[in-house]
């Protein structure tokens, strides 16, 4: 009996589909529409994201140690700093490291300076276990015995990880309100399918027909609209992305900066679309001809 019910509201929501294909094919372009900006905005917002982190990974605090410190106040000064609250990692840096990395980074010219005149100190470079508490840990470490000078880029660094927060926090809105609008768009296209339809609906309320049973087909409908809407968006995303891909890579290319490669990206965020498509088409329908089944 359930089988037969599934299968004849299956034949009943294609029937539908094809009487009413104009709005079919209206609802189908606002699902299209939604989707290539969900996809686009989701995609964005995560390769946004995935450099954020990165650089977050980036971001350390260097404590400069006081020449006059000898092996065993370093190594007490390294167990201090590594049971701040806060603090990821600890890695101790000797001025001979020190001097290597900044010649590698700015120019042989500082090649003139032997192991006698290495003016540089010996460091501790701390990773925290949160990027938005650098700032205080900074400051702890600036506390303790032997540390002559703190390094974590000052208010450069507070005012980025402000714009990460707040870019996130725009990016989840975004999508949050994309969602919205798609529900609304469906749900209002669907409505004007049942006001067209009232006239079955009412014949098949009229002979007993439980509203379960009316809802059925409708709610396959918004799914099979949600899912024929998601081709296209799948096929350009498919597509654009490994192409956006190895653009972005170019622009970025002499950086440390990467976007997320296109596999298995495309499957996550292609799977994302189908289930939503799909998801806001079924409950936007039922949303529809529920409240229609009220009055």
């Known amino acids: 009996m359930f089988v037969r019910n599934f299968l004849r509201h299956i034949r009943d929501a294609f029937k539908g ?9 209206a609802s189908i372009t606002a699902v299209t529409l939604t989707l290539i900006l969900f996809g686009l905005a989701t995609s964005f917002l995560m390769n946004v994201n995935h450099v954020a982190m990165h650089l977050e990974e980036q971001v350390t605090v260097k404590a400069f140690i006081d020449p006059a410190a000898n092996p065993d106040d370093e190594k007490k000064l390294q167990e201090s700093v590594q049971k701040i609250s806060h603090v990821k990692s600890v890695e101790y840096r000797t001025k001979e490291q020190e001097l290597k990395d900044l010649t590698k980074s700015q120019g042989q010219e500082f090649n003139i300076f032997t192991e ?18 650098t700032k205080k840990v900074a400051e702890e470490v600036a506390k303790l015995a032997y ?17 990460v927060k ?56 918004g ?10 968006p799948l096929a350009l995303f498919i597509i654009g992305y490994p ?29 994302a679309m189908v289930i939503v498509g799909v998801v806001i088409g079924s409950f936007g329908s039922l949303f529809s001809i529920s409240r229609y089944l009220k009055k």
Do not use: C
């Open 166 to 221: 707040t870019g996130r926090l725009i990016g989840m809105g975004v999508l949050g309100a994309l969602l919205i609008i798609a529900i609304f768009l469906i749900s209002n296209t669907v409505r004007t399918a049942i006001y067209a339809r009232q006239v079955e609906i009412d014949i098949m309320r009229l002979v007993g027909a439980k509203n379960s049973y009316i809802r059925a087909p409708f709610f396959l409908e």
């Open 116 to 133: 006698d005149s290495n003016p540089l100190s010996n460091a501790l470079v701390i990773k925290t276990t949160d990027p938005q508490v």
């Open 17 to 25: 589909l094809r009487r009413n294909s104009l709005l079919t094919v």
């Open 147 to 163: 540390v002559v000078d703190v390094n974590y880029g000052g208010e450069s660094v507070t005012q980025f990880l402000s714009y």
């Open 243 to 271: 192409i956006l891909y190895r653009y972005g890579m170019d622009k970025m290319a002499g950086t440390s900066l990467k976007l997320i490669p296109p596999y298995p990206h495309i499957v996550w965020i292609s799977l």
């Open 223 to 232: 799914g099979l609209i949600g899912l024929l809407g998601s081709i296209i």
